[in-house]
């Protein structure tokens, strides 16, 4: 708490008494922390990739380079490291562009079976690669008001989660239902779950309960946390539940809007 005083003094210079405001900083305060912690996070997640390039490089031009064995290795994990900043700094630029003021989504009408589609092309390559399904069960006529981009990645950022977070050969299963209050979309895997003492901290940036097998599978640990902003910036929510070992299964609501 802040704490502000001051004398009333009357129109003659009698004093009438004294002003005091208290002003509670507890949430600038915790806004400044959350603040502090993204930066160390950021700074840490950068330096890391960065400080394997400048190793691998160094050691390269040190005279490592003449065995050819070595170079290929070597330039294979400058490459994933690259890659992995890429990654890092696209999802910075998007999160930052999503929290901006004045972020605008570009609403149209949008069939959500297309869009659920156009999102399983894109991880198909993932989804082979472990020998898995994804099944979705969408009425063709289903609509929704979205920025179908947005939409789509939102789709793109959970199933590839299903996915890095699922043992081979298991399904994914996405469903869609609609009702008078607004549509539902939920994605259900068979994955590797989450504690319960985990979920309230999910959709935070960087938070990750497995940061290695989370940073092997290519994640950044921001993907949760733009789908929730862009969930929120639709107005609506989305809601985790888990069972270790069993699976998890994200719910997203949109509440009815005129179309
Ligand atoms: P990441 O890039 O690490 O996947 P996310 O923000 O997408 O970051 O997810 C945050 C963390 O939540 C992940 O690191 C993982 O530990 C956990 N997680 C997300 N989705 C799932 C899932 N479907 N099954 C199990 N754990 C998950």
Do not use: C
């Amino acid at each position: 708490v802040s704490v502000y005083g001051a004398p009333v003094i009357g129109r003659h210079g009698n004093w009438l008494g004294i002003i005091v405001v208290f002003h509670d900083i507890t949430k600038l305060i915790r806004l400044e922390k959350v603040r502090k912690d993204f930066v160390a996070n950021v700074s840490h997640e950068l330096r890391t990739p960065i400080t394997s390039i400048k190793g691998f490089t160094e050691t390269l031009l040190d005279g490592a380079m003449s065995d050819e064995l070595i170079l290929k290795d070597f330039l294979t994990i400058i490459q994933k490291e690259s890659d992995r900043l890429h990654l890092l700094v696209d999802d910075l630029l998007e999160l930052s562009g999503i929290e901006q003021e004045g972020f605008d989504l570009n609403i149209r009408k949008v069939s959500l079976s297309s869009i659920i589609e156009d999102a399983k092309k894109i991880v198909s390559g993932a989804v082979e690669k472990k020998k898995m399904r994804i099944i979705s069960e969408v009425d063709e006529t289903a609509m929704i008001l979205a920025d179908s981009d947005r939409l789509i990645q939102v789709m793109v950022n959970v199933l590839t989660n299903a996915v890095n977070y699922s043992k081979e050969e298991t399904t994914v299963r996405v469903g869609v239902s609609a009702t008078m209050e607004g549509t539902t979309i939920v994605v259900e895997d068979e994955g590797i779950g989450i504690d319960k003492a985990e979920l309230p901290r999910l959709f935070e940036r960087f938070y990750r309960v497995d940061r290695a097998r989370s940073r092997d599978s290519g994640g950044t640990g921001l993907g949760l946390a733009i789908v929730k902003h862009l969930i929120e910036a639709h107005g609506g929510t989305v809601k985790v539940e888990s069972e270790k070992d069993i699976g998890t299964k994200f719910t997203f609501f949109f509440p009815e809007r005129k179309m």
